[in-house]
């Protein structure tokens, strides 16, 4: 195998691991020690990884959160999808919490016009909601968060204290290890106070999210129940969910 090969298949490696050794390279390219440094020198210098003693990890990576609108234009084919399985899990009579996330919002447009009601904080999917005749919206009232159109806030917090539902359907910039983070602290204890609420949790996240962590920590793997997702996670993350009961389901198995 040349040298380009190797770099691409570590790459690919690091992306489920976030870290490899020295002598996981040899073990798994069945190369010598000092070709398997030559190798990490070589993405070290491409500012692909940041060598440590004995191997290396994947540097740290800011996601840039774009504003709610340029999101909404960038929605994937993956966030329909996901969005499109969750909303077969709701039935006539639910109630149910939706945050403001762009895949929770794809979740409402392609839900049926059912008797449910819903708690939301965003300002677009009541509005999307709105055009189903039987659905019954409670639009949580609080600051609006203008650029990303969310309400925040201790208001919106008392105010869902109140609510006991059957799902929460969550968005996430990050699940990983280190549970499910987001960049803004104020989103982050609204979206905190929605899985305290719901007898079910479901996070719906692409494969661009696993594995990710991001400033701030809203919730931990044991506090959901369900992951929606496009792609099949790597079997170290499976496990990880195992571990903490949680179910998974990947749309690209249907």
């Known amino acids: 195998m040349y040298q380009q090969e190797r770099l691409i298949e570590i790459m690919n490696y690091l992306q489920h691991t976030r870290r490899i050794s020295v002598e996981k390279i040899c073990e798994l390219f069945e190369v010598s020690r000092d070709t398997a440094r030559r190798d990490l020198v070589k993405l070290e210098e491409q500012q692909a990884v940041v060598r440590t003693r004995g191997g290396a990890i994947l540097p740290t990576t800011h996601h840039e959160l774009k504003d709610y609108t340029n999101r909404l234009r960038t929605v994937s084919e993956e966030k329909l999808a996901i969005g499109r399985k969750a909303a077969s899990l709701l039935r006539s009579g639910d109630k149910v ?75 996430v910039v990050g699940i990983s290890e280190h549970g499910l983070t987001l960049a803004h602290e104020e989103d982050g204890m609204v979206k905190s106070k929605m899985t305290e609420q719901a007898r079910q949790v479901t996070v719906l996240a692409d494969h661009t999210k696993i594995g990710v962590t991001d400033f701030y920590q809203y919730a931990g793997l044991k506090d959901i129940d369900l992951l929606i997702t496009d792609r099949t996670p790597s079997l170290e993350f499976q496990q990880l969910l195992k571990t903490h009961d949680v179910e998974l389901l990947v749309t690209e198995e249907d």
């Open 97 to 171: 919490i939706l945050d403001a996330s762009t895949t929770v919002q794809s979740c409402a447009t392609q839900l049926e016009d059912l008797d449910i009601t819903v708690v939301t904080n965003s300002i677009n999917l009541a509005d999307i909601l709105s055009d189903k005749k039987q659905t019954h919206i409670h639009l949580l009232g609080g600051q609006l968060n203008k650029e990303h159109r969310f309400l925040y806030g201790t208001s919106v917090t008392d105010r869902l204290s109140k609510y006991n539902v059957d799902h929460a359907f969550i968005g």
